[in-house]
């Protein structure tokens, strides 16, 4: 850790359900196994991390990484309604011991895109008791917290989540706009949920710092589009990071920038085909990153910023560190600039499922799909040397 910047957060991140495998008791194993499916290849084994952990985390603390991003599984803790699995709480207990014996700092998410499917199949978040039933989960997890947790992310991007529900309800016209609106009723549930979390969390650990994580893109008005813009921008991630006033950071999920322009008084998301794109399909575009947190900051003010997420898709891991570094860059100079950044953790420590095939390869490690032999890649050791030697503006 850099001597000049004890409390800045270098690490990286992982979901569950993406590198776990064999999720069999959530919504998004029922999802891949529909006939119907849009998944072209589902999560199965993913990379077995369910089992590998140890050997993941070594990988990431000889990197000099100091924090560890990991999520639980909520349809692993409570397969059936009100059915605790111990075991599996101990199981996410020892990860968290896992963490700390390497030096590594646990940075848990409770919630990123799965639920067990019984909670799916009964209405899900529109459920009137899906605040208290998403707390009883998070109360089974007290041997994990009091393992060593300090900082918690209650819902991965509940923007996306609700921008899901959107997809999911709205039918073929959800996407021409570009990024569907979030559907306002989930959103609005995302919102009572994580407050509800946070407030029992607070009051039953006061040491925990709490957040969440929102999906912030790169919103750039094209000229001529300012008029709309806010109308854009505000249900997409900012209703969120209002919300995060509240609480003792907010965590910012940045791959690429999307420029809005006007068309007949409404917004349109400006497509060129010319642009250079990564393996999502997204534009590369690696300074969204600076322009993502430089919009969050002014909405959240005095709350710090935690890039809980920032990354690239591709098979060109000369091209992965040149996207990181540009990105590292952009963000280094919105710190100059004042906005109180506490960290940056990198999507994603290994290849894994990428909700709907394996192909957009994100990690700074490869796994081979039939043995999960894990091999890191130059982006492991060069972004663990940032973690070193980059001095913080
Ligand atoms: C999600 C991750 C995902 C990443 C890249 C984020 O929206 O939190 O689960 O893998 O983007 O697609």
């Known amino acids: 850790m850099n001597a000049e910047a004890p409390d800045f957060r270098w690490g990286v991140a992982m979901g569950a359900h993406q590198s776990e495998g064999n999720n069999i008791a959530s919504d998004w194993w029922s999802i891949e ?9 589902p999560s199965g084994d993913a990379i077995d991390g369910y089992h590998r952990w140890a050997q993941d985390m070594d990988l990431a603390a000889a990197a000099g990484f100091t924090d560890y991003r990991f999520g639980i599984e ?31 700092r646990p940075f848990l998410t409770l919630h990123h895109f799965t639920v067990p499917k019984w909670f799916a199949d009964s209405g899900g978040w529109l459920r009137a008791d899906a605040a208290q039933r998403f707390v009883r989960y998070v109360e089974a997890l007290a041997p994990v ?11 991965n991007e509940p923007n996306m989540v609700a921008m899901f529900a959107t997809l999911a309800t709205g039918g073929p016209d959800a996407l021409q706009a570009g990024l569907p609106e979030p559907d306002p009723r989930v959103a609005a549930a995302m919102v009572t949920v994580h407050r509800a979390a946070r407030d029992v969390l607070k009051t039953r650990w006061p040491h925990l710092k709490v957040g969440w994580g929102i999906s912030v893109q790169d919103f750039q008005p094209v000229a001529g589009s300012e008029d709309v813009f806010a109308s854009y921008v505000h249900p997409r991630d900012e209703y969120f990071a209002e919300v995060s006033r509240e609480d003792d950071w907010v965590g910012v999920q940045t791959y690429t920038r999307v420029r809005i322009a006007q068309r007949d008084g409404r917004p349109v998301e400006v497509l060129d085909d010319t642009a250079p794109t990564t393996l999502s399909g997204w534009e590369y575009y690696p300074s969204a ?11 959240v003010g005095e709350v710090p910023i935690i890039v809980t997420e920032n990354g690239i898709a591709t098979v060109d891991d000369a091209q992965r560190i040149a996207f990181t570094r540009e990105a590292l860059d952009s963000l280094w100079s919105a710190m100059k600039d004042g906005v109180d950044v506490r960290g940056y953790l990198h999507w994603s420590l290994l290849d894994n ?22 091999t890191p890649k130059p982006s492991l050791a060069w972004l ?6 980059r001095p913080r503006p």
């Open 33 to 41: 196994h529909a006939p119907d499916t849009f998944v072209r290849e």
């Open 74 to 104: 909520w349809s692993r803790i409570e397969p059936a309604d009100g059915a605790m699995s111990r075991a599996e709480v101990d199981h996410y207990r020892r990860l968290v011991q896992g963490c700390r014996e390497r030096g590594m």
């Open 145 to 155: 917290i009091e393992e060593g947790v300090e900082y918690v992310g209650t819902i």
């Open 289 to 299: 990153l600076g322009g993502a947190v430089r919009r969050i900051a002014a909405v």
């Open 353 to 374: 499922w990428e909700w709907g095939d394996f192909a957009p390869t994100f990690g700074l490690i490869a796994v081979d799909r039939s043995t999960f032999a894990r």
């Open 384 to 389: 663990g040397q940032q973690a070193n030697q």
